[in-house]
C-alpha cells in the first residue's frame, strides 16, 4: 500500500476568506514537489466545499468520496478526497480511504 501524504490547513475563524489558506497551500505544495514527493493529497468534509476550492486552487483535483465515522464527535461524515500527482502518472489514485470505507463513491462535481 502507498504511504499517504496529507495535506491539511487549519485555521481560526477570523481569518477564513481572505486567501491566506489558498496562498500558503499553493507554497506548500511548490515545496513538496521540489521536495520530490510522488503525490500530495487532501480530504474535506463535503459540507464544507470552499476547503475542496483551496485544494483545486492548489491544483489537486478531485477523486472520490467516502464516509468516515468522525472522531472525536463520533459521527458520520462525507469527506472528498482530492490528490495531486508530481512523477507523472495521472492515473494514479491513492486508495487507502476508498479501501478502508466501505461507504465510498465518485460524484459528479
Not at 521540489?34 to 470552499?50: F, V
Request: aromatic share 18%.
Amino acid at each position: 500500500m502507498e504511504e499517504h501524504h496529507d495535506f491539511g490547513y487549519p485555521l481560526r475563524k477570523e481569518f477564513w476568506h481572505k486567501g491566506i489558506v489558498t496562498e500558503a497551500g499553493k507554497a506548500v505544495v511548490e515545496q513538496v514537489k521540489k521536495d520530490g514527493l510522488p503525490y500530495i493529497t487532501a480530504t474535506h468534509d463535503r459540507n464544507n466545499p470552499r476547503s475542496g476550492d483551496v485544494m483545486q486552487a492548489c491544483g489537486m483535483k478531485y477523486c472520490y468520496t467516502y464516509e468516515e465515522q468522525w472522531q472525536p464527535k463520533d459521527f458520520p461524515v462525507f469527506f472528498r478526497m482530492y490528490q495531486r500527482n508530481f512523477d507523472g502518472n495521472n492515473n494514479f489514485v491513492y486508495k487507502k480511504y476508498w479501501d478502508t470505507h466501505s461507504n465510498h463513491f465518485v460524484e459528479e462535481l
